[in-house]
């Protein structure tokens, strides 16, 4: 993109990028695909983020409900010393996922809603026309305690809102066969 607008540079190329907006995450993607001549990127769908943040499991964290081990697991409030930290560097989920705990939230598609009764149920982003006024962001941060890095937690933000808690992590379509 010609910069890099993270507030937090010291693990140089192996930081996750920080302070984007959904905007920026958005603007990356259409640049990305453009390049590679596809239309294969994009923001994961929310309950995409979840499915994957959680690995199989259906407890508070990938990893079990022992937010003790949390530490093992993911750089947060009381590990992080206050920044982001290089990515992987701590355990993947059982899929081979890091940092879906911590580090930085991330966004995905979805607008915000409060409640999840009328949500798509088949994984696809939940996007109203016109647009709500807000975005969901997932995962937590190296700034939260550990409640606020728990699978299911979720948070919403306006699509241009920037802080050095926030990335994303992009999601390739595929095709699967004839």
């Known amino acids: 993109m010609g910069d890099n607008p993270s507030e937090f540079k010291q693990c140089g190329d192996d930081c996750s ?32 983020w979840e499915y994957a943040c959680r690995a199989g499991t259906t407890t508070e964290y990938s990893f079990g409900d ?48 409060n409640r999840y009764d009328r949500a798509p149920v088949d994984g696809r982003a939940w996007v109203d026309n016109p647009r709500r006024s807000s975005r969901v962001i997932r995962g937590g941060s190296w700034n939260f305690d550990a409640q606020l890095c728990r699978s299911a937690v ?24 004839p």
């Open 154 to 177: 979720r948070r919403d933000f306006a699509p241009g809102f920037r802080i050095s808690l926030g990335g994303f992590r992009l999601s390739r379509s595929v095709s699967l066969g």
């Open 17 to 48: 990028v920080e302070n984007v907006s959904w905007e920026d995450a958005q603007r990356f993607i259409e640049k990305l695909n453009q390049l590679e001549k596809t239309k294969a990127y994009r923001l994961p769908s929310e309950a995409e």
């Open 66 to 113: 022992d937010a003790g081990k949390l530490g093992e697991n993911a750089w947060y409030g009381d590990n992080s010393s206050k920044t982001t930290q290089r990515v992987a560097g701590k355990k993947p989920n059982s899929w081979g996922l890091y940092d879906m705990h911590g580090n930085v939230w991330e966004w995905v598609e979805d607008d915000y809603h």
